[in-house]
Nanobody
């Protein structure tokens, strides 16, 4: 099994920066995909930034140019650098990893792993 642990959340003023880190219990960079999601109060969890096993990245339009996803395979860590933070970015951020399994009998199955979340609050 894979355990994901987030860190780096906190309180920051508008225009400030934070770096979120996700540390996995084992190497996950051979997984189908991984990334960061966030959940606003009363809303569903949504993708912030994702990366495929091949290294292709995908960012939500609201964070393009401000957030950057990176990986450190030696530390089994994935980071999200967040610049020019806005109050609208305030949410609980979750680390995510997806493992894709292909079997003859059951076909394709995706296994999803989540961290427990870290709070990001942007306020003056």
């Amino acid at each position: 099994q894979v355990q994901l642990v987030e860190s780096g959340g906190g309180l920051v003023q508008p225009g400030g920066s934070l770096t979120l880190s996700c540390t996995a219990s084992r190497n996950i960079f051979n997984f189908y995909a991984m990334g960061w999601y966030r959940q606003f109060p009363g809303k569903q969890r949504e993708l912030v930034a994702g990366i495929s096993g091949g290294g292709a990245t995908n960012y939500d339009e609201s964070v393009k140019g401000r957030f950057t996803l990176s990986r450190d395979s030696a530390k089994n860590t994935m980071n999200l650098r967040m610049n020019d933070l806005k109050p609208e970015d305030s949410a609980v951020y979750y680390c995510n990893a997806v493992r894709r399994l292909d079997t003859i009998i059951a076909g394709t199955e995706d296994l999803t792993y989540w961290g427990q979340g870290t709070q990001v609050t942007v306020s003056s």
